[in-house]
């Protein structure tokens, strides 16, 4: 009896254990039924502030979201929801994804603030022939034009075949290789931190890198080097607007491209896989294409282009992937 009443007793064990494992797979009943809502975003880290300010005004209506910005690695960008990045990407990566140009960004010459470099160009300015002497190492170059530079300075640039530097040598017709100087492992904020530990750097940056966001003046230690924007081939005193970036933002920005020159000028691009099935990511460009545009000058971008920037276009592939 007491045998039969023990077998009993492990049955109906075995059938609760059996029973209660199927109520917590159960969709309908697991407290984990609410599915975690992740978006993964990488790109250029300098537009790394402006995507986490789109992030937080989006999360204030969103609050049940998570996206995520995570450094570039040597990961398989189709790892990645959202792609942002500072130049365009090769075919092969771009025939799978749609794109939306947000904004455009600026490249300026800087150097250390307690150079003789420095004191000396941010009164002279370069041409665009100073440019290419000072930066570039061209074999082609015909040495009687060269300029003689009595100021010592030491060139700093980018390891790394990225957007900064890409955008930078391809405007003055040169290859990533031909760039001179002390290559520097890392991203554009490991260039800056390089220049301002460097009384001699001189180099290029971003402007959104260039100026402090709070006081708008840049960096303490550095200097932006005035160049000949309208290229008459001299730097008038009109052409030194460097002193605040709400100045440097208004004039790039009014200006025709036509009318710009010796300052490079790229698109920040965001992009996602045409076939992609997270919602959320979809509802979160569509956001940004609605309201992303309204903080660019606020950090340190310009508006696109009016050809450029085509939110319908981008409207119809979203509209079409959320239905």
Known sequence: MKTFLHSLLVLAFIFGSISTKAQNSNPTTSPQTHREKIVLVTGVRFAYPLVQKWIDDYNKQNPDVQIVIE????????????????????????????????????????????????????????SKNLIKQLYFNDVFADKEDEQVIKSPYTIYTRLKKAGTPIVFTKYFGYQHQDIKGIAIAGADEHLLKAILRDSTAVSYLPVNLIYDPVSKKPVTGLTVLPVDLNGNGKVSDEEKFYSDISKVIQILDEKPVKDINNVPLEYINISIDKNSENTDALEFLRWVVRNGQNYLHDFGYLKPEPGRFEPDKFEKFLSKQLN
């Open 71 to 126: 450094s570039r690695g040597s990961a398989d960008p189709a790892n990645y929801d959202i792609l942002v990045e500072a130049h365009g990407q090769d075919a092969a990566l771009a025939k799978n994804r749609e794109y939306i140009y947000i904004a455009r960004y600026a490249i300026l010459p800087v150097a250390n603030s307690t150079s003789d470099f420095a004191k000396t160009y941010s009164n002279k300015g370069l």
